[in-house]
Nanobody
Framework: QVQLVESGGGLVQAGDSLRLSCAAS????????MAWFRQAPGKERELVAV????????YYANSVKGRFTISIDNAKSTVYLQMNSLLPDDTDVYYCAATRVVGIYSTSTTYDYWGQGTQVTVSS
């Protein structure tokens, strides 16, 4: 099993920055990639960004490309999401996820482990 704990969410104004962290523990060696998803009430959970454990490959949703950066620190077993130029539309609960499946995938069902989520609210 892998446990994921997110932190760093909060209330900010449009144009501000936030950095989310996701600390992984347990059988982290079994995972291939880590991702951030987000979900608004009544909506599907959507992929924000993915990074392979080696850090060699990343993928971003078009809506965040150029504003968000995903990174990984394997020594700390932690994945980060640096979010710049935040917009009110970025308001969501953000979830960290990990998959054992090799490859870059955007579907939430591919991911085996999930954190509890952290709220990000961007005011206009």
């Amino acid at each position: 099993q892998v446990q994921l704990v997110e932190s760093g969410g909060g209330l900010v104004q449009a144009g501000d920055s936030l950095r989310l962290s996701c600390a992984a523990s347990g059988r982290t060696f079994s995972t291939y990639a880590m991702a951030w998803f987000r979900q608004a009430p009544g909506k599907e959970r959507e992929l924000v960004a993915v990074i392979t454990k080696t850090g060699g490959n990343t993928y971003y949703a078009n809506s965040v490309k150029g504003r968000f950066t995903i990174s990984i620190d394997n020594a700390k077993s932690t994945v980060y999401l640096q979010m710049n130029s935040l917009l009110p539309d970025d308001t969501d609960v953000y979830y960290c996820a990990a998959t054992r499946v090799v490859g870059i995938y955007s579907t939430s069902t591919t991911y085996d482990y999930w954190g509890q989520g952290t709220q990000v609210t961007v005011s206009s």
